[in-house]
């Protein structure tokens, strides 16, 4: 199969699209406007529950809705494009919108590191013994998740994107660094671009000879958007990926495919479950991870079936994140007490080894906040979340466990109160 993407352009295209009406066209477009849209035929054809479509969660994953903006920012870019303001005009609106919507959560400019005084701008290395690295060829996705913290990556005009393609200034790093240990291809999504252009990355990282070096991961959605990527008898290059996940495996190195699924529905198909088995084949491990978002796996049930579907397919749970305060989170949000909740009651009823999951974490700027619980004081009554940083930009203050005043609406550790002192006994 070939890929056919589909951007606010050409999505009337689709046969599809004749059962929509027209005013939710019409708002796909405006919202377009400030939020990247994009699908492919994979997507449209295989994912989406088209009879259902207004709660259908991959639907909801890739078309923008009206509701993903403030309604006044709506309105405001709405007008703009149907008074047929000069498009500069209408980008100026748009990039207005976008700068509002807090493109870069979580001081990730502030993990931007420099080699011999140089900044490094397609790097970040905000923990101890991770670096990630934004390879440019893969800052782009097979389709865009409505969700997506990283959404800058996709708008040009903002230039606001993470890249680089000097992978060597990133080997001289490492040397220089010899308490970092994995390497995580990120972007945009890493399994967009050709094997042949990942392996000249790979080349370059066994030829510069890196001792430290012992896990290369690569963040991507492709397994849900686009599992052709690792299918031989749909895709040309496919084997070839694959065969380079074998050579980085028997090179020495730990190889992790870190996969993103939002919902079990995800992989019901035949070309993800067989992608899965191709990928484990060749001596890589999957591990899952996503956001919890509300209008798409707001529920138990959800997740406890993603999770346990995940280890029956041979993949490894690993995160359940709170959505970063980025892009239309107002709308995928689920405050702190609910998404606790409902990870205690999914994580329940999951299997022995579906409890592998890390959750519910917030990446926040000084690290990833883990709510290990919610408890309550005897003399008074008053509750406070149990958390940890499972991650701390000082790896020192990692798995210390403190306690934040409870606050039924919170959504982020920032709104929180710490508390100073807890009197457990009379005197």
């Not at 397919?313 to 239309?328: L, S």
């Not at 579906?354 to 004081?377: D, F, R, Y």
Request: net charge negative; with cysteine.
């Amino acid at each position: 199969m070939k890929i056919v993407s589909y951007n606010v352009k050409n999505f009337r295209q689709i046969e599809y699209m004749k059962m929509l009406p027209e005013e939710v066209k019409h708002e796909i477009e405006i919202v377009s406007r400030v939020l990247p849209f994009k699908a492919n035929n994979y997507v449209i054809d295989y994912l989406i529950d088209w009879a259902n479509y207004e709660t259908d969660p991959c639907y909801i994953l890739t078309f923008p809705n009206k509701h993903m903006l403030k309604q006044e920012d709506y309105n405001e870019i709405k007008e703009a494009v149907e008074t047929g303001l000069p498009e500069n005009e209408i980008t100026k609106i748009a990039n207005k919108i976008r700068l509002s919507l807090n493109p870069h959560p979580a001081q990730q400019e502030s993990n931007i590191p420099s080699l011999n005084g140089e900044p490094l701008p397609g790097v970040q290395h905000k923990y101890r013994d991770i670096a990630l690295f934004f390879p440019t060829q893969g800052q782009t996705c097979h389709a865009n998740c409505t969700f997506c913290f990283r959404w800058p990556q996709f708008v040009k005009d903002l230039d606001l994107q993470f890249s680089m393609k000097e992978i060597d200034r990133v080997c001289d790093y490492f040397k220089q660094h010899e308490h970092l240990h994995e390497l995580l291809f990120t972007g945009g999504d890493p399994m967009i671009m050709s094997p042949r252009t990942i392996s000249k990355y790979i080349d370059k990282i066994f030829e510069a000879d890196i001792p430290n070096l012992k896990t290369i991961r690569f963040g991507t959605k492709s397994l849900t958007w686009w599992p052709f990527v690792f299918l031989p008898e749909y895709n040309d290059e496919a084997q070839e990926m694959l065969d380079l996940f074998k050579r980085i495996v028997d090179g020495g190195l730990h190889l992790s495919i870190m996969a993103h699924f939002n919902h079990y529905q995800e992989m019901e198909t035949d070309a993800v479950r067989q992608a899965v088995k191709n990928i484990r084949a060749t001596g890589a491990e999957i591990r899952t991870q996503s956001p919890l978002l509300n209008n798409i796996n707001a529920s138990a049930d959800i997740w406890a079936e993603m999770w346990d579907k995940q280890v029956s397919m041979g993949m490894i749970p690993y995160y359940m994140f709170i959505e970063r305060e980025t892009g239309p989170y107002q709308y995928f949000q689920v405050p702190l007490a609910k998404a606790y909740d409902i990870y205690t009651k999914a994580i329940r009823k999951t299997s022995s080894l579906a409890k592998t999951v890390t959750a519910p974490s917030m990446s926040a700027a000084m690290g990833k906040a883990q709510i290990l619980g919610v408890q309550e004081n005897p003399l008074n009554g008053e509750k406070y979340f149990n958390i940890q940083y499972i991650r701390h930009r000082d790896y020192k203050q990692s798995y210390k466990p403190f306690l934040m005043h409870y606050d039924e609406e919170a959504t982020w550790i920032d709104q929180l109160k710490p508390v100073e002192k807890v009197e457990l006994v009379n005197g």
